[in-house]
């Protein structure tokens, strides 16, 4: 392919260099996949497609790959289910290639499919300092090519997949590999190669997050209800929808939308008839199960005061920011300190403060301080707070600083 990174009017790509592969189905063509794959040489360009929007279950409904010397290879993991043994065979251990790999590592995990080390490009171009870091955009800048995009929120469980679906997806790792050796280049000139690095492995090796504890409380539009007894309307709403919406593997926003179900909490229905003549109740489809959703309003209306949720949302982490003045001016004072000073070091090396330090990790120390507020002691609270040693080593300065202001 040539080179077109230098052109004035970037390059549109279409399809793939080698044409769009044909999808991978069975145990032959797998084998025969795998083959080709084992054959190349280099780091793998890994993506994935799912059904976000559709399915409950966040899965890989198709797998991309493409290694120097092997093309692009397109694999269905749905109808080679539990036979992906030549893959993790060719995939396991080595290094893989991806962009917002945080994203697509969990549902290769469930596939068995584990890098051995990672290069994140999306997460490169953030550290490299470009504001902008989706793939197309990374892609247009340093190698001089436009991807032609839409299909990201496609449905990717239907099959047959469309043709041109599938010259999307293969496009998706067609220059994953050459963006990474810019990138790769550019942070090692500006001496950010081994930070990146750092940050690779903590994605790579990152455990997948605990199960919220009380998770309908992030129902869009729940802010609108005020009390205990209709947020336990809300949380009834919410896990019936989630358990219809598990057993059906859809979106549970397909089965009933949050705008629908705080509507329904707000207005109070009497009838299974007056929640039917609330939007999105009176539907064709809705109608079957309004009687389902009137039950559990009516249950949550019959809850004895000791069951009813607590109205303010519990959470073990500091009040918000811009209550801090008032609860506890000092540790405000810390947090003002500590969010300029690691903005001037930020700036100082072209990359977003939230890389530099996560602001979680910034509140809960301002917030309760060590007991050790030396240097030393800094160090170790961000590092037991999960901070990599290149982020203790420029941000501890600052923050031992701001914290013994107040000391």
């Not at 810019?182 to 090796?205: I, P, S, Y």
């Not at 009380?214 to 336990?232: C, D, F, N, Y």
């Not at 309003?297 to 811009?322: F, I, K, V």
């Not at 070091?345 to 301080?369: G, M, Y």
Request: aromatic content about 6%.
């Amino acid at each position: 392919m040539p080179d077109a990174s230098e052109t004035a009017v970037p390059v549109t790509l279409k399809e793939p260099s080698d044409g769009t592969p044909d999808v991978v189905a069975d145990e032959p063509e797998l084998a025969r996949a795998c083959e080709r794959l084992a054959a190349g040489t280099g780091a793998i360009a890994v993506d994935t497609e799912r059904a976000s929007g559709y399915r409950y279950w966040p899965k890989a409904y198709l797998v991309q790959l493409r290694r120097e010397g092997s093309g692009t290879v397109l694999v269905d993991p749905i109808a080679v289910e539990g036979r992906l043994g030549p893959l993790q065979d060719v995939l396991n251990g080595q290094e893989w290639v991806l962009h917002a790999a945080s994203q697509d590592l969990p549902c290769l995990a469930e596939l068995d499919l584990v890098p051995g080390s990672l290069f994140d490009t999306e997460l490169a171009g953030r550290l490299a300092g470009y504001d902008r870091v989706a793939l197309g955009t990374l892609v247009e800048r340093l190698l001089g090519y436009h991807l032609e995009k839409g299909h990201s929120a496609a449905d990717w469980s239907k099959r047959p997949l469309p043709v041109d679906w599938l010259n999307y997806a293969a496009l998706d790792v067609e220059l994953l590999i050459p963006l990474r050796e810019k990138l790769e280049a550019e942070l090692d000139a500006q001496g950010k190669l081994d930070w990146a690095r750092q940050e690779f492995e903590a994605v790579r090796t990152a455990p997948q997050p605990a199960p919220r504890s009380e998770p309908w409380r992030r129902t869009s539009g729940i802010h609108k209800v005020r009390t205990a007894r209709g947020l336990a309307a809300v949380r009834a709403l919410w896990e019936a929808r989630d358990e219809l919406a598990r057993k059906r593997d859809r979106a549970p926003s397909r089965v009933l939308p949050d705008s629908a179900i705080v509507n329904a909490v707000l207005a109070e229905p009497k009838t299974v008839a007056e929640l039917q003549a609330l939007p999105v109740f009176g539907g064709r489809v809705q109608r079957r199960y309004t009687g389902n959703w009137f039950r559990h309003l009516q249950s949550a209306r019959q809850l004895p005061r000791d069951r009813l949720p607590n109205p303010a949302q519990p959470h073990d982490g500091p009040p918000p920011a811009n209550r801090w003045a008032d609860k506890d001016p000092d540790a405000a004072a810390r947090l003002a300190a500590a969010r300029a000073g690691l903005a001037k070091i930020a700036e100082h090396h072209q990359l977003p403060v939230e890389n530099l330090l996560l602001p979680d990790l910034l509140r809960r120390t301002c917030w309760r301080p060590p007991e050790d507020r030396s240097l030393p002691g800094v160090s170790a609270a961000l590092a037991a707070g999960g901070a990599r040693p290149w982020q203790v080593e420029l941000a501890s300065p600052v923050l031992t600083e701001a914290l013994q202001a107040t000391a």
